[in-house]
């Protein structure tokens, strides 16, 4: 009987009745053809790979990473408590040590959705890494994670929640927003002054290929993880840099994503978009699963795969080598950015504008953050939805220092003295508490 | 009258049925070296003094095929696979005569490479030199269009004479477990076709020309025509038999566990407002993974005659049988000592279970009526902790929509039957442990063979229909039909319903029994470029397995 060489764990939850609306690429479909794949090969009769039930996650679990306006129960529906569980479930076997690694073949999917939650983005509601991630902090008091996100699009929402959080490294590759969706995603956005640098994001040209892939997985990616030390790395494993992905433009193939995921060696990975759900899934994802296995995944090709047609383009080369070497200096000098940008104990302020292209909803935030050289900082968000409410947030970081806990408390009775908001909340991590006032 | 017969192990069980009551049982040893003696003893047994022709129905249920499988009595299998992209199928071979070869279909049915005719002629030739008579056409993704094993089938036709084609044993999508399936079929096929057409010349010489039907994993029978398709389909039937000789005793819309607790081991299964619950896939015990339906069973090493040791001061059951109980000339000590010694069973010879049980509370430095309690107290609740995991397992099992996950239902079992020699004596204090009403079915000593005998005809299945591609169909049973873009859910179960009802009349079933359930329903948007081109449809029915009608034998 054929055996693993790594204990790897599978959620498959394809959420055959759940859609953002019949022909969205969001729709019952997407992982039917991936489910084929998995059960033809007799995937789960391998010695060493184990399915699991995807969890149940409840409101408390979605309050320690986002605020939703006006609920959690307004923004989401069943299939997103279950997405999110199928990543909690993975991670829970993975630090119960039942498992060595997993990944969660869920939708829908979660990398769009930003720490304030007014409706859907790019066909997100809740970010399922995220909650899965401060479900495991907070249960199992693990502290510093890396997030690589692979999706062609920028994984923004991801980008956003640990924008100021030092003790998550995110890093994100997709292909360069002036030619994709959210727009977003260019070298220069590395996060807030308590944490610059543990944002790093790698616009990638389009017609890159499984070499630039791989580049700066090499390059830049793994480099980076070394020398942070992480306690567990979260891959959001988009599959839509696939060179049949009708919405995108790369040229990547199920040969390279399981030779990233050998590189990156992830200990959970979580399923995000991808839309060739013919072309693509069923061997991208069969790919992935062999190479978590540690198993040989050399016969894993799509029918219409010739690499020789899918070469990349010397121009495009360079141009990621020159990508790679700007990652590789900002990282650098990560610790000198965060000296640089702001004295101890001052308030930094920042406006955003967020589209919500899924529901039609534009968002206005202005962000206050105290900057710290001890703690990811008191953070208040004043938030204006139109259409929708306006609310304050406030969020005390889960390894607050003394100082900042004050300050977010301040932040929060400030508010409740003003009539302005529908509502205002304060997300306070060391004591898992979340009150909506 | 009906004849039900269940040659297991050690012995063999068999019942004539009135349809009023158990009108004669009996209890042979098996000959495991001739099995056909064994079962003619039992006919000539039940047959005494009746007439031949009063008999009706006759079910058999052997462990023929399980015993071949273990000695390695099969014949050799010459095994062609045509696997496409995926995991290399060299690590799914079996036996030494196995040839991938070139062809590829996807998911949806679709031709990706074709296959090259050169390969296979080429197999066949080594094959025939190898003197291989029977042979497996096995294809990846076959279930959705089976045109590369039908065009194997027709190169090697000229050939070989016995050819298993892997779309014929199942829908299910499971490519090494097609390849093991349509191996085994293959390789049981001439013993089980010999083998029972002794069985039916012999009946017919004595009169005795009622169909015979075959007992298969999945506690429904087939006709021997059907059989010799699907000799595999026979394997590990004797579990099956016990599980359908419970239902008449299972009351109606309650969960029940069915504990078969023997002499070496306990079978679990579970049941559902009457019906057992089926494997998922296929048989998964070990080693044999398979695509064969069966009853959902555990069998674990606990059983009346297991060894008593200590381990790590404590005292441990089981796993392993090293003989008969010491009241019955044994020479560890068992269950069955303990509840001889205590009084609860009145059997064999006490002074020498009495030994057993000191010989253990030496050891522990206790005395022999407290070793005696702590044995059967231990053997009862380990039963009792083995269904627990089971339905564990079961509610564990992960599902695939919304619907199904927050309407997933749940087994709560709210009756234990017990069947074996020592359920009896146990019924009461596994009831006490578990909580759970418990209750003994009664004959259960034969209960194997009742359930054999009243064991409906059982079939499953499977229709897809793509409207894009503009085709309904069941490769299984060798259905294609052209559809139009307005076919609809409708007309998807009304074909699937015609070819069930078809196929189980084939296999033996009389209408009336015709319990049909639709297991599986799938309807898909195809939509590309944000356009509906079609739909697909899948649709698994079956006829559940349970007892034909006409024969109340409740208790």
Same mark, same amino acid.
């Given at each position: /009987? ?44 391998? &010695? ?44 829970? #076997? ?9 990944? #969660? ?34 249960? =199992? ?43 977003? $995603? ?63 433009? /790369? ?43 540690? /198993?040989?995944?050399? &016969?894993?090709?799509?029918?219409? =795969? ?21 990652? &590789? ?47 990811? $900082? ?7 939805? /139109? ?21 977010? =408390? ?10 302005? =908001? ?16 | 009258?009906? !004849? ?12 004539? +049925? ?44 052997? *462990? ?40 590829? !279909? ?43 094993? !039908? ?125 057992? +619950? ?19 069973? *555990? ?41 001889? @010694? ?41 039963? %009792?902790? +083995? ?12 599902? @695939? *929509? ?30 006490? !442990? ?92 195809? %939509? ?28």
């Amino acid at each position: /009987m054929l055996k693993s060489d790594k204990k790897t764990g599978l959620v498959f939850f394809p959420a055959f009745d759940w859609a953002i609306d019949p022909t969205h690429p969001e729709r019952e479909e997407r992982l039917l053809y991936t489910q084929d794949q998995v059960m033809e090969e007799g995937i789960f009769d391998i &010695n060493g790979i184990t399915e699991y039930k995807p969890e149940l996650i409840n409101a408390d679990d979605i309050r320690r990473t986002h605020f939703c306006v006006p609920d959690e129960a307004s923004v989401t529906t069943e299939s997103h408590l279950i997405s999110a569980g199928g990543a909690a479930a993975i991670g829970r #076997a993975v630090m119960e040590k039942e498992i060595d690694n997993g990944f #969660a073949l869920v939708r829908p999917p979660g990398h769009h959705a930003m720490r304030i939650v007014h409706g859907g983005r790019g066909f997100c509601y809740i970010n399922i890494e995220a909650v899965m991630v401060e479900l495991l902090r907070q249960q =199992y008091g693990i502290k510093r994670v890396v997030i690589v996100d692979t999706d062609c699009h920028h994984g923004d929402g991801t980008n956003d929640i640990y924008w100021h959080d030092p003790d998550t490294l995110f890093i994100s590759i997709h292909q360069d927003g002036r030619t994709l969706y959210p727009g977003s $995603g260019f070298t220069g956005e590395l996060g807030g002054p308590n944490a610059k640098g543990s944002n790093l994001n790698i616009p990638l040209p389009p017609g890159t290929g499984t070499e630039g892939y791989l580049y700066v997985i090499k390059n830049s990616v793994l480099p980076a993880i070394e020398e942070f030390k992480p306690d567990i790395i979260v891959n959001s494993a988009g599959q839509d840099n696939h060179y049949t992905d009708p919405l995108t433009n /790369m040229n990547f193939s199920a040969q390279g994503y399981a030779e990233l995921t050998t590189l990156l060696k992830p200990d959970i990975a979580v399923l995000e978009g991808g839309y060739s759900i013919e072309g693509a899934l069923p061997y991208v994802n069969l790919g992935i699963i062999l190479a978590l296995a540690g /198993m040989d995944y050399s &016969n894993v090709v799509e029918p219409d =795969y010739h690499p020789e047609r899918l070469k990349q383009a010397s121009n495009v080369t360079d141009h990621i080598k020159r990508t790679s070497d700007i990652i &590789n200096n900002y990282w650098k000098k990560r610790h000198e950015m965060r000296e640089k940008a702001g004295a101890n104990g001052t308030i930094q302020e920042r406006h955003r504008e967020i589209f919500y292209d899924t529901d039609n909803i534009f968002e206005r935030q202005k962000e206050r953050i105290r900057i710290c050289r001890e703690c990811a $900082g008191a953070l208040e968000i004043d938030s204006q939805a /139109m259409p929708g409410s306006r609310i304050m947030a406030v969020h005390i970081p889960l390894n607050a220092c003394h100082a900042c806990k004050e300050t977010a =408390y301040d932040m929060f009775e400030q508010a409740k003295t003003t009539k302005k =908001y529908s509502k205002i909340f304060l997300q306070d991590r060391p004591k898992d508490e979340y009150i909506c006032f | 009258m009906i !004849i039900g017969l269940d040659v297991g192990g050690t012995h063999a069980d068999a019942v004539l +049925l009135s349809d009023k009551k158990v009108e004669r049982s009996i209890k042979v040893p098996t000959d495991t070296s001739n099995l056909f003696n064994t079962v003619l003893t039992c006919f000539n047994l039940l047959l005494e003094n009746i007439k031949p022709q009063l008999i009706q129905r006759v079910v058999i249920s052997t *462990t023929l095929t399980t015993n071949s499988v273990v000695q390695k009595n099969i014949d050799p299998v010459g095994i062609i696979v045509s696997a496409g992209p995926g995991i290399d199928p060299d690590n799914f071979r079996r036996g030494n005569h196995y040839y991938p070869v070139s062809g590829s !279909i996807d998911h949806r049915g679709r031709e990706i490479k074709p296959i090259i005719h050169g390969e296979i002629e080429a197999a066949a030739e080594k094959m025939k030199k190898d003197g291989i008579k029977y042979i497996g056409v096995i294809g990846k993704f076959s279930p959705r269009n089976p045109s590369h094993e !039908i065009t194997i089938h027709s190169i090697l036709k000229h050939h070989f004479d016995t050819i298993f084609m892997g779309h014929k044993v199942s829908g299910k999508l499971n490519f090494p477990r097609r390849i093991a399936t349509v191996y085994l079929n293959a390789a049981v096929f001439s013993m089980h076709k010999n083998f029972f057409n002794a069985v039916t010349d012999t009946l017919k010489q004595k009169g005795l020309t009622a169909p015979i039907q075959i007992l298969k994993a999945d506690g429904g029978t087939m006709n021997l025509h059907t059989s010799m398709e699907f000799p595999g389909q026979t394997i590990l039937s004797g579990p099956a038999a016990s599980v359908m000789g419970a239902i008449p005793h299972a009351p109606d819309d309650k969960d029940i566990l069915v504990l078969d607790i023997g002499g070496t081991t306990t079978d679990l299964a579970v049941m559902v407002n009457k019906a057992p +619950l089926l494997e998922p896939v296929g048989i998964g015990r070990g080693k044999h993974k398979s695509l064969i339906r069966a009853l959902h069973t *555990t069998s674990k090493g606990i059983g009346g005659d297991s060894e008593v040791t200590i381990k790590r001061g404590a005292i441990a059951i089981g796993p392993d049988r090293k003989g008969p109980a010491m009241a019955f000339g044994g020479n560890t000590p068992t269950p069955t000592d303990a509840m001889i @010694y205590l009084g609860i069973m009145d059997a064999g010879d006490k002074s020498l279970a009495e030994k057993g049980m000191a010989q253990i509370a030496s050891k522990l430095e206790i005395s022999p009526q407290q070793a005696a309690e702590a044995i059967f107290t231990k053997t009862c609740s380990k039963i %009792v902790e +083995l269904t627990r995991k089971m339905v564990e397992r079961i509610n564990s099992k992960p599902v @695939y *929509t919304v619907h199904e996950f927050l309407e997933g239902y749940k087994i709560n079992p709210q009756q234990i039957l017990l069947l074996g020699g020592p359920a009896p004596f146990m019924a009461a204090r596994i009831e006490e !442990i578990s909580g759970i009403k418990t209750t003994v079915v009664p004959m259960s000593s034969v209960a194997n063979a009742i359930g054999a005998a009243l064991a409906r005809t059982t079939c499953e299945i499977s229709l897809l229909a793509d409207t894009e591609q503009g085709i309904e169909s069941a490769p299984e049973e060798n259905y294609t039909e052209t559809i139009t873009r307005n076919y609809r859910k409708d007309d998807a179960m009304k074909t699937a319903q015609k070819l069930l009802e078809k196929k189980a009349i084939q296999s033996g079933a009389i209408e009336e029994n015709l319990e049909l359930e639709l297991t599986e329903f799938q309807e898909f948007n195809i %939509v590309r470029r944000f356009s509906l081109q079609g739909k697909i449809f899948r649709v698994k029915m079956q006829v559940k397995p349970g007892l034909i009608k006409g024969f109340s034998l409740a208790s």
